[in-house]
């Protein structure tokens, strides 16, 4: 019951603030009808739950998985499993995450299915697989992270000269949902399990991250090679109100309930699936250990319906509908400086953010303050957020302005920050672009270009997740610099005396 309280804290920390903003929001500037803001309430109530009973499934269920498989990976010592390994449980995992799913479902719904939902969730799990094996043989050759994704960036580079406007922002949005709350854990405890078994602890250590961003460079580029391959140029969005629901306050709800768990049920029995089978002729668990496992999976099960129905049938009308009005008001400045409140609050917010930053503190002894790594976290998704609102409201400002800039710096920067601080930088960039952003803000973010004129909901209203994406990167690899700035102070100070 202790961990359930303690889940069920980390869905309200996670809900309750955008909840409080909403509602305020609700009594000032931008009033809302009765049955939206009751849907909204509703859907709250639904997404706490599930997110209480998906972190707590994951910890149980998916997390004691990875770590099996990761640790059957390394015994094994040969390249075919770590690449057959690699391939299967990327793309199992990924095609299983719910923040992909919303985002699929989100581009289908503007471009009215003319990019499907299921080609999206498909070809990014593809991406992610194949990455997942790159950043897996990287750990067993022990070939350095920077050169890596200084090699990967490079390429996506390359490739986004090519890519249309619209699908260069789906693609870096991809690469933060797809690294949600249920891919990270995974591949982390994956990380975790492969690299626990290496002689050196140092490096042991390092490797434990970095696999989460090797892996969500696979999303960016797949989803680039869809574009320029599919040669899909010059789409537009459309943004478009439910107006058969929108009076009625239950009847949504019911209506997502099946096909949501459907869905989820398809995602997560390979995952299943390959747990039984592994267990039947590998890992033989004891009976108890085995069961736990199984019923972790089956609540992680109801977590994902409970959430994806909630977000789906209460809060994505709301978001976009706030967005619109706020868009429509005398003033810009109201929709930039929400952003930042918003980019601020739901990082703050954000269960996987503490985890991170909780590691961080402990990886460096306390060296590293849990406050400062939260603060500077805050200021940098914050500003993500208003820079997005920004690109919508002023033209002229495109994505590539902001990423181009952001990534060569981000790389540039691996090269002289404390290796660990490279691994810790860019897997914090798919933590911090949780649950409340695939699905709260994206939906905000579109309606603000839906009623924004010369604005456009496919190519401005996405690409507000690969900012929040980005800006973590430099913001903790800045933080690395300062604290070797500091060391060697320190040390300089040591030796003069």
Aim: proline residues 4%; charged residues 10%.
């Amino acid at each position: 019951m202790r961990v359930l309280g303690n889940k069920f804290k980390e869905a309200l920390f996670a809900v309750g603030p955008i909840t409080v903003l909403v509602l305020l929001l609700h009594f000032t500037l931008t009033p809302l009808e009765t049955p939206l803001i009751l849907r909204f309430l509703i859907g709250a109530v639904l997404i706490m739950v599930g997110l209480t009973l998906f972190l707590l499934g994951v910890n149980i269920g998916v997390t004691p998985i990875g770590n099996h498989l990761g640790e059957m990976i390394t015994k094994k010592n040969k390249i075919w499993i770590v690449v057959a390994a690699g391939i299967s449980l990327g793309f199992l995992i990924s095609i299983a995450e719910p923040d992909l799913h919303i985002l699929g479902g989100q581009v289908s719904a503007v471009t009215s299915g003319l990019i499907t939902k299921f080609a999206i969730v498909g070809v990014v799990s593809a991406g992610v697989a194949v990455m997942l094996t790159v950043g897996l043989v990287r750990i067993v050759y022990n070939i350095p992270l920077y050169i890596i994704l200084t090699v990967l960036y490079g390429i996506i580079l390359v490739l986004a000269i090519f890519t249309s406007p619209e699908f260069l922002a789906i693609s870096f949005d991809a690469s933060g949902a797809t690294t949600g709350a249920l891919t990270v854990p995974f591949i982390l405890a994956l990380a975790v399990g492969v690299s626990a078994l290496k002689k050196d602890s140092k490096a042991s250590e390092k490797d434990s991250f970095g696999l989460v961003a090797i892996a969500s460079t696979g999303a960016i580029i797949a989803l680039m090679l869809m574009s320029i391959f599919t040669k899909t140029q010059g789409l537009t969005g459309v943004l478009e109100q439910n107006t058969a629901v929108s009076n009625t306050v239950f009847l949504p709800f019911i209506q997502k309930l099946p096909g949501v768990a459907l869905e989820i049920l398809i995602a997560l029995s390979p995952i299943l699936l390959v747990f039984v089978f592994f267990q039947a002729v590998y890992f033989k668990l004891p009976a108890k250990a085995f069961l736990t496992t199984l019923i972790g999976m089956v609540i992680t099960f109801a977590g994902l319906v409970l959430f994806l129905v909630g977000v789906n049938a209460g809060f994505m009308d709301v978001a976009g509908l706030i967005g619109q009005k706020m868009a429509v008001l005398d003033s810009k400045i109201y929709v930039v400086a929400f952003g930042f409140v918003l980019g601020l609050v739901v990082i703050l917010a954000e269960p996987a953010v503490h985890v991170l930053t909780d590691q961080i503190e402990d990886v460096t002894s306390g060296y590293v303050k849990k406050r400062l790594v939260m603060l500077t976290l805050c200021v940098g998704v914050g500003a993500a957020v208003a820079l997005s609102m920004l690109r919508i409201v002023v033209p002229g400002i495109q994505l590539w302005h902001y990423l181009l800039p952001g990534y060569i710096l981000s790389i540039a920067m691996t090269y002289f920050v404390p290796k660990l601080f490279v691994g810790i930088a860019f897997d914090s960039g798919g933590v911090a672009s949780g649950p409340m952003t695939a699905t709260f803000i994206l939906a905000f973010s579109q309606g603000v270009a839906g009623a924004t004129q010369g604005a456009d909901v496919l190519a401005d209203g996405f690409g507000m997740i690969a900012m929040v994406a980005m800006t973590p990167i430099i913001a903790l690899q800045a933080l690395g610099l300062l604290f070797l700035i500091k060391t060697k102070r320190r040390g300089a100070k040591k030796n003069g005396k």
